[in-house]
């Protein structure tokens, strides 16, 4: 069985919850289900939409604040590593207030961190409100994959994440362009100020059409209310909780090797992406930051194809293998659907973008790089889904917690990598750059 949240977790406690009863998923409706993921994975989108609608305008950011591209991208690392902390937090308080609580509590932070990254007017300002904004942005990303959890049995589980992938994944798809299009018309500034009143209309969205979809009596705040002290029910109150200790959770070998297999992938995803401007952009004389913002939309066009399909393979990788065994279930035969994306299309699409810019010239190089962003980007969701799906298989009942400390992690090991991408494609090139990316996703397939 799964350990309780307060027992600690070690290399060698079990993981897996036995399914006794699959009824408490027919608590929602069919209808009711794609409501809950489609509002889900649409507020899921925020964290990606803002995150890549950022990044094509950090050269007009440096010149508006009087600082360097450099500067401005540590901001993105920033981002990205208040992310992680901020996925730990809202996730540890949604096992004991609810997934639902969570969600109406993170949407106002994020829209005063928008708010004051559209009106900020110095550097240490910036970093603050992006930080901010990070934070309030994160909770559908891992306490989303928790509600996914809720209401999917076993064998809908895979789908079900792809489709909550492919729409969050929506924004690499159109955030770049949609930023880059509006900082070449009005300012950098108006993206950030139209994402925090998206924020309020994703929070009116949350308050009316989205349940509580924890399994009844689950919750902590549930259990607090069924003990007595002086032979009266605790009151509800606010509790402290640590929001780390979720990454407890990451000294079982299993849950740590995946998790360390889909970073290695991720590094390359910021490796390609994160200097476009600089690679693609300055190599072939991009220089409209709605055409620069353009440029990113093959990943996203990826992730949307990539996430369905990781999805099917996923779940039927499970039921092929399940029906072999006679009926035994096996979790790591979700993984089987990783292997084609991290043998050949993550690591060989990165490695091909990086000699193609730097030996192709002309037409022929941008329409090369174009498609290799978009194997690159079905790629990333053959790996990433079913490694987060089988991290949720194996701790149901934590679900929104191990998807956070592997989000935390993850996250934390490719900001510290995000501060060497710049230099190193400038002191190196992107050739090489791009080689050893590929060198860590296939060290992230074995």
């Excluded at 999917?152 to 909550?164: K, S």
């Excluded at 991720?266 to 409209?288: K, S």
């Excluded at 779940?315 to 979790?331: E, F, H, N, Q």
């Amino acid at each position: 069985m799964t350990p309780a949240p307060d027992l600690p977790v070690s290399e060698t406690t079990p993981l897996i919850t036995k399914y006794t009863d699959d009824s408490i998923y027919d608590r929602f409706s069919f209808r009711r289900k794609q409501t809950i993921v489609t509002i889900v994975s649409c507020c899921g989108l925020l964290t990606f939409f803002t995150s890549s609608s950022f990044t094509p305008t950090i050269p007009q950011i440096a010149q508006d604040l009087n600082t360097t591209g450099s500067v401005v991208n540590f901001s993105v690392g920033l981002f990205v590593f208040m992310a992680a902390f901020g996925s730990l937090f809202w996730s540890r308080y949604s096992g004991y207030y609810g997934r639902q609580p969570i969600y109406v509590a993170s949407l106002p932070v994020y829209f005063l961190g928008s708010i004051g990254v559209a009106l900020c007017r110095n550097v240490p300002e910036l970093m603050i409100f992006r930080a901010l904004q990070a934070f309030g942005s994160c909770a559908f990303q891992s306490v989303g994959a928790g509600t996914i959890a809720d209401i999917f049995r076993l064998e809908e589980r895979g789908r079900a994440m792809g489709v909550f992938y492919c729409l969050a994944l929506v924004g690499p798809a159109v955030a770049p362009f949609v930023g880059g299009l509006v900082a070449e018309r009005s300012s950098w500034r108006a993206m950030q100020g139209c994402l925090g009143v998206v924020g309020l209309i994703a929070l009116l969205l949350v308050i009316l059409l989205l349940p509580e979809t924890m399994h009844p009596g689950t919750r902590g705040i549930d259990r607090a209310q069924t003990e007595l002290v002086n032979g009266e029910k605790k009151a509800r109150r606010f509790v402290f909780l640590n929001p780390f200790s979720a990454l407890a959770l990451m000294r079982s070998p299993v849950l740590f090797v995946t998790t360390m297999a889909a970073a290695a992938t991720f590094i390359t995803d910021f490796v390609v992406l994160l200097p476009l401007a600089y690679t693609i952009g300055e190599r072939y004389a991009i220089v409209n930051k709605a055409l620069v913002g353009a440029l990113f939309l093959p990943s996203g066009l990826g992730n949307m194809i990539g996430a369905p399909i990781s999805g099917w393979l996923s779940d039927y990788s499970v039921t092929k293998w399940r029906a072999l065994r006679g009926g035994k279930w096996i979790p790591e035969d979700r993984l089987r659907a990783t292997w084609h994306g991290a043998l050949f299309f993550v690591p060989l699409s990165t490695l091909g973008m990086g000699l193609a810019i730097r030996f192709i010239d002309g037409t022929a190089g941008i329409v090369i790089n174009m498609i290799l962003i978009l194997i690159h980007g079905v790629g990333m969701c053959l790996v990433m889904a079913p490694c987060s799906t089988y991290n949720v298989d194996v701790m149901h009942d934590r679900s929104a917690e191990v998807v956070a400390a592997n989000y935390a992690v993850r996250n934390v090991i490719v900001s510290s990598t995000i501060l060497g991408i710049l230099p190193a494609i400038e002191n190196f090139g992107v050739a090489w750059t791009n080689g050893v990316a590929s060198i860590f996703a296939w060290i992230g397939f074995a």
